[in-house]
Structures are given as C-alpha cells and as structure tokens.
C-alpha cells in the first residue's frame, strides 16, 4: 500500500486537468496503490478499509481469490465515495492501464459528486464504517464473539430489506401524527358542553374520562404497522420485543450500511457507462499515443464486453446514443411520431446538444429510468436484443421475445429493490399473539423456496415469536414459447391452453421448532 | 497534498481480515462435522503427502429471500427466433451449483484432527494397549526457555515474570501491597512497567529417549485384472482411514504396503495408493510375503501387527489351502488384527470372504480376524466400524 509514484502523480494531475476542461466536477482524489491480495481484501469488504469482521467477508475473498487465479476476471480499481475521493488502484496494471484507470476513477466521483441519488449519503463514510466496527468489536468483547456474529448472521439475512426510497422522501415524525390525533379529542371533549348542554359537571368529567380510556384503548389495539411497512430491519428493530439495546444497535448498523451502498446497486449501469465513456474519450483524444491505441482498444474491449447485462457496456454505448441522438435533433415530439424509417435515419437538425443533454442525465437519472427512458426500439434493434428464459421441461435457455417493453421490464428486474423480491411487513401483531407476518408483492417472478424457509428460521431468530410469509409459487411448468407454427385453438375449436403453470398464494410459517406450510388459493393477476 | 497523509486510515486491518479467515474455517468444519461427509469427501490421491488435507465443501452461504434462478431470465444480444434455443442447462442434478456464484470453499484440517472427528462420530474405542510391544522413541518435550523465537512459541508466564523481575531489580517499579485489592489481583492501571523485547521468553524443546508403543500396518492390496479403477479407488480411501486412525493411536507407526496379483511385492506409499497394474490372483503370495517381512523385521513381541487385506474376492481356486495355511499356522497367533475387506466389484466371485470366514481359526481369547463387504462409498464408515470398533 503506497502512494503513487512521481510519473504517475504528474500523468493524473495531466489527467484531471483534460476531465476538468471538459466540466467534469469533481473532489481532490487520493490515490492508493494496493497490490492484488489487498485489493482483493477490499473489495471482499465492499471497499471499506475499516469494515466490521464478519465470516462472510471471507467467503467473498475465496470467491473474488478464485476469479483472479482462473483468470476470469481482474479489479483494476475501487473507488470510495467520500470526500476527498478515494481510489485503490491495481498496482499490477500495465501504465496505460494506470492511466486509463486514473481517468476512470474521475468520472465516477464526478457522478458520486454530481449526482441527484447520492445527495444523501455521508461524506465521511469511512469514518462511520469504521466506528460501526469498533462498536460491534465491544459487543463482541462484551457478549462474547458466538453470539454477535450469530445474531449478524440473522440481520445479514435480510439486509437488502431497506425501504431505499425513504432516503429521499421528507421525513415524517410519527410522533407528530399521534399528537395531532389527542389533540383531536381535546377538542372534540371542549366541544362537549355545546353537544350535549344538559348535562351536570360530575357526568360531562365521567363522559371526558371514559372517551379518553376509550382513546386509549384504541390506541393499543391500533395495527402495527399502520401500513405496510417495507423497511423490515428499521420494524424489526423498533417493534421487537426481545431485543437487548446491542442487538437494536446491530440491525442499525447493518441498516445504515445498506442504505449507504443503495444507490451504489440502483446506478451501476448509468456510473460505470459514464465512467466508461469519459476514459475512452479522455484516453482516446489525448493521453493515448497513436502506437498505443490498438493496446488500448483491447482493454477497453475487455471491460466493455458485448453483453446487455455488462454495464460497463450498456451504458457506455447508451451514453453514446444520447449523445449523437441529441447532436442530430433525434427527440421530441416530432421525432417520435415521424414513421417513415428512412426519414428517421436522416433525421439531422445539427442542434448540437447532445453534450448538455449527457450531463443532464448524469446529474438527474438513475439506473431505473436511464434505461426505461433511453433504451429506444433502433438501439435494440441494431445490437439485436433479446429476451431468454429458462425452460423448464426441456432444460434449455430459449429466446423468447424482441419486444423493447419486455427488454425493458427484464433488465429493470435486476436493479430494482436491490435485485431481490419486494417484501413489506403487514402485521407486527398477526393473530393479536404477536406474531410477525409479512408478505410478498408478486410480481410475475416467483421466489427460492428453499431459502425462503432458511431465511424464515434467521428471522425468527430476531424476532422471537412465530414468523409468516405470504408468497406465491408457480406448480407446472412453464412452456415459455410455443413453436410458431403450433395452432392456437385444438380441433373440437377450444384454445390451446399455453401456460400449464398454476399461481397459489402460499404461506410460509416458522414457530421456532417447525416450518409449517398453508394454501391460501389461486393468485389472480391484479 | 495532504491527502496522502491520511494514507493511515485507509490501510488495512490485516488482523481482522486473518481472523475472519480463521473464523471461516472453523464454520466451515462445523460444517464439516455436521454432515459427516469428511469421510466420503475429496480425492484421495489429493490427500498425500502433507499432515493436512484439503476438503472442499459446498455451501456455507447466507440465506436470503431472493428470485430463483431460473425465474427471470435474462436479456441477451444477437441473432435468433423467438423459440430458438441458445444454452442448455449443463447442471443436469438440481443439487449442484444452484447459483452462478456457488462455489467450492475449501479447509485445511490436519489428520489428527480428522482422526478425533472419525473416533467421535462411529464411536470407536481407543486401542487397548498390550503391555510390554514397545520400542524406544525421542520425543520432543517442551520444557525449557529460550530468548529467541517465533511468536507462537512466545511464553507469556515466563515473559511477564521477566518483566516483573527486571523492573523490581532496575527499582523502576516496586511493588505496593497497599494498592492490591483484597483478592489479591493488581489495581488495573498503577504498577507501570515497562516491557522491552529482551523480556520475551519462548518455549524451547530437549529431545528425550522415551518407550513408544510401537505398531506396524500392513496393507495389500489385490491389483488383479478384475480390480477396476473404482473398486481400487474404495479400497484406498478405506486403507487411507485405517492409517488416520491408527496413526492416532500408536506413537511409533509404520506402515508397509503390498501389492499382488500373483506375485507379491513391496512398494512405497506413493506407489500404493497410484499404482494400476493387472493380472492374476494369488492372494497367499501377499500374506507369505508378510510374513516373511514380519520374521525379519518387526518383532511379534515389540510390534503390534496390523494387516488389511483388500480384495475383490476372486482368489485362483487352489490357491486356498496355501492361503489359509499361512494365516492359520504362522500369522494368526501373532497379529492384533487381521482384516479383510471385501470390494464389490462387477467382475469378482466374493467367494473368498466365505472361505476366509470360514476357514480362519481364531485362538482362544484372541479374536483377532474380522471381514466386512463394502459396495459403495458410503459402506466405508460401516466397515471402519466392524474393524476398529472392538479396540483391537
């Protein structure tokens, strides 16, 4: 772990003077050279130096060990939001590699620093990782090492259940909420004597005492939570009653931690292809010397590979397509309903703003609504886009369908909620017995049910009373494509029934000793 | 730029991250443990060599509520009709790797370990020592100290008292009995000493001549034709156990290894456990062959003799008179154990079980032959079993 050395040094203070003539915005940054096993420790904890030590840390650097023995793959570089920036950099890149990994890594904190989505989060992130660890390393020292990382162990389980977007909605207090309803009843009681005026003193204080009780009692038999709550970990660690304060603790640090890397998971395709497409300018135009082209291309190849789902390269060839679309005038409303093909493809108005445009969308977009938004029907079609799934009875990968809506709506699967399925706590006191009883919001793609169970025993862990989960699972298998020319409707003229599969709401139950299994019935498309 | 100066607070905790190393090893061997699959897991030839083996296991990872794999799909580029197949699934059994991320974690485990773990899980008694079959061993016994040394030699009783010593005698630090509490413990923070790295005291070894219950294996293995590579593979990973574990038992071990077909020879561990040769079947040439090294070289009153035989059960017919002659009349009234392991095989008889149960006498008090017949990999744990479970 070193400093970079004087060449170096000279190359990026070059470098970030090319980024800033091009109104890239971005922090001082530091850059550390780190050899392989270092970066690779890093990167096994997510990139913070001073995380806290857990097993699956570990796990993640076999994983990432392995990658880098077969070949696989290499981490050229990690970057820290924080401020000043952060960078680790590959010491066992070649120089142009250096150099190219320098330019990349000032595009990325231009965007950490430009960008809407990573408004909220903390600057001094390093900092408060590292007090996270010296926090669980005292739980540790005081309640011994077994039981920490087994109630982590639980909390792990479900971290990615944050309620991401709350990070940008404006805070409501609960507390406020519940005043104004006693305030409510004051009044009302104030009111009283106007309602019913023949009443005496001592039978209005009976009436006032008794509607307070009545309040009070409505209070406690209210449902918690009031509405769907999405930020499981923050209900668990309010409305668990078992919990000791270093537990409540625990789940606040996990908790903390994934709202910090949230934006990270739902920009990636929109940072990496901003990043991407500000190195190949930046090497291209001007570091890059005409003999090193070609080795650079090759790099650049290597990272960029051609896959939908890569995206370094998705959203550097996006970045590209908003630039020249916007340079030729290929927008608005005029441009969308034109239908003569050729027309479009000539469609040049040399407005020129394809450069303002690309910093607009880095400044406001995330991953979501770059594609929904940018992905047009002639970039699919040029780069032949498709959708696959798995068929079940054959055991093949089939492609299914070029249609944009359904491209659309599988990459989107992949970023949204943390890539993993929507749940939302329903009632923390299920039955009155306090039980916790959750539910899953199905949205066409049915859940592991194996890990479903697992997952049950680790939150019954925390919360200590029996556990449930709504879900819906599919029976039958799916015939994702009918051959084409298969007729639709059979010989006595009844239509071929093209889905065998069957959806059943299922709910998943965990008392603590065994897992129990209850249909609900059909699931009916909403 | 000052940035560089704050260099410090970026650098690795490299304590932590070893720690959670440790800490995945050790799950990964109550992992391990639970499922008992240390027995069958593995390649044998891998385990050679050094005093610990590398077992891989799948798994060990965290929960969570996720989408199947294959419930999304995904988005590909490229030529193609909606219908056309682009990939097969090359998983053909569910269980392996259910995830692309899945992967093999593996852990290192030294054999006495792995022998503590069989003994625990089949129950198998320790050896009952015969008086008297011992040779004469160094042993290295730690009982000295040395200013020099590795860390983990570091004597921490024996450092602290040097501190102590050197701290009193320099008059730096005298100790208070005012300031002691009424246990007797030191007051946390008031004696200041100071520690420089000459206090440091390591652990050092003197080598002691020392009786070792001393005991010899023999193995043999059938390598005739009709032994294929799988029943082979079996009876290596059987013999492999039966060495583990009685290497825990004995001090003074060693192990001698003969192959047959017809002929009998010795060869060395690593032959043993690769060789592939064919032929015929005599299984007497193997066990004159032993006795013959037992007369020479091991003592039947220092030694206690082991031998595993392991065969398919095809034996040339007239081969059995010789055979049991041998083991009745010379090996019997001398051998701890004399074991036969019995390896199903689609070509092989089994006969020879049968004559061999038939045909060993076992003396009086003895009770020294046992047989087992194993057809797969999981029959190893039984037959470990009927052959080491009695203390024999």
Known sequence: MRPLDDQLKTEAKRIAQIARSYDLDFFDTGFVLVSQDELLELASHHGMPAAYSHWSHAVQYERLKKTHDWAVGKIMELVINHVPAYAYINSTNSELDQKAVIAHVYAHNDFFKNNVWFGPTTESVVDQFAAHAKRIERYEKKYGQKRVEKFLDAVHCIKEHIDIYSMYARKKSHKCAKCAEECGLEKKLQLEKFNNPLLTKSEREKYKSRAKKRFKNKEKCKKIPKKPQKDILLFLRDHAAQLNDWQRDIIDIVREQSYYFAPQTFTKIINEGWATYWEFKIMTEHIAEPSQLVKYSKMHCGVARKNPANPYWLGFLLFLDIEQRWNKGQFGEQWQECTNRVKKERWDTKAMLGIEKIFQVRAEYDDIRFIKEFLTQEFCDEHKFFTWEYDAKNKVYVIVDRDLKEIKKNLVYRIKNYGTPYIQVIDGNYKNRGELYCAHFYDGVPMKLKEVKDTLEHVYKIWQRPVHLETVVEHGNKITVQPKDSPLFDQSGNEVIRNEVKKIRRLFSFNGKKHHEQELGPYYER | ?392
């Open chain 2, 1 to 392: 730029m000052t940035l560089y100066d704050k260099i410090d607070l970026f650098s690795l905790d490299n304590n932590s991250s070893s720690e959670e190393r440790n800490r995945l090893k050790e799950k990964i061997k109550e992992q391990l443990k639970k499922d008992k699959s240390y027995i069958t897991h593995g390649q044998i030839k891998a385990r050679l060599g050094g005093k610990t083996i590398v077992i891989p296991i799948r798994g060990l990872r965290q929960p969570k509520w996720r989408y199947g794999k294959h419930s999304i799909g995904g988005v590909g580029s490229g030529d193609g009709q909606p219908g056309d197949v682009i990939g097969q699934d090359k998983a053909d059994g569910q269980q392996a790797g259910d995830q692309p991320g899945e992967h093999a974690l593996e852990v290192e485990v030294s054999r006495e370990e792995l022998a503590r773990w069989l003994q625990k899980d089949l129950e198998l008694p320790n050896v009952q020592l015969k008086p008297g079959k011992n040779i004469m061993g160094e042993k290295e016994v730690y009982n000295s100290r040395r200013r020099r040394g590795p860390n983990c030699l570091l004597d921490k009783k024996a450092t602290m008292r040097q501190i102590y010593k050197r701290n009193i005698a320099s008059g730096k630090f005298k100790a208070q009995p005012g300031e002691q509490s009424e246990q007797g413990s030191v007051v946390r923070g008031k004696p200041r000493l100071d520690f420089i790295e000459d206090d440091k005291r390591f652990k050092d070894y003197t080598i002691r001549n020392e009786h070792e219950n001393a005991a010899v294996v023999f193995q043999l293995l059938d390598v005739s034709g009709s032994m294929g590579y799988d029943q082979r593979e079996l009876a290596r990973r059987h013999a492999w156990w039966v060495e583990t574990f009685l290497m825990s038992q004995y001090k003074g071990i060693d192990f001698v290894y003969i192959l047959h077909d017809v002929h009998a020879k010795v060869v060395d561990e690593y032959k043993f456990y690769n060789i592939a040769e064919s032929g015929g079947t005599m299984v007497s040439s193997a066990f004159k062959k032993t006795y013959e090294i037992v007369k020479t070289k091991y003592k039947p009153e220092d030694y206690n003799i082991y031998i595993f035989d392991y065969s398919d059960g095809d034996n040339w017919g007239d081969d059995n008179k010789d055979l049991l002659a041998v083991i009745n009349n010379d090996l019997m009234p001398i051998v701890n154990l004399l074991a036969y392991v019995q390896i199903e095989s689609q070509w092989g008889t089994g006969e020879l079980k049968k004559t061999l149960d038939e045909g060993v006498i076992v003396r009086k008090g003895m009770n020294n032959y046992s047989s087992s017949h194993i057809k797969s990999i999981d029959d190893i744990a039984d037959s470990l079993k009927i052959h080491l479970g009695k203390g024999r």
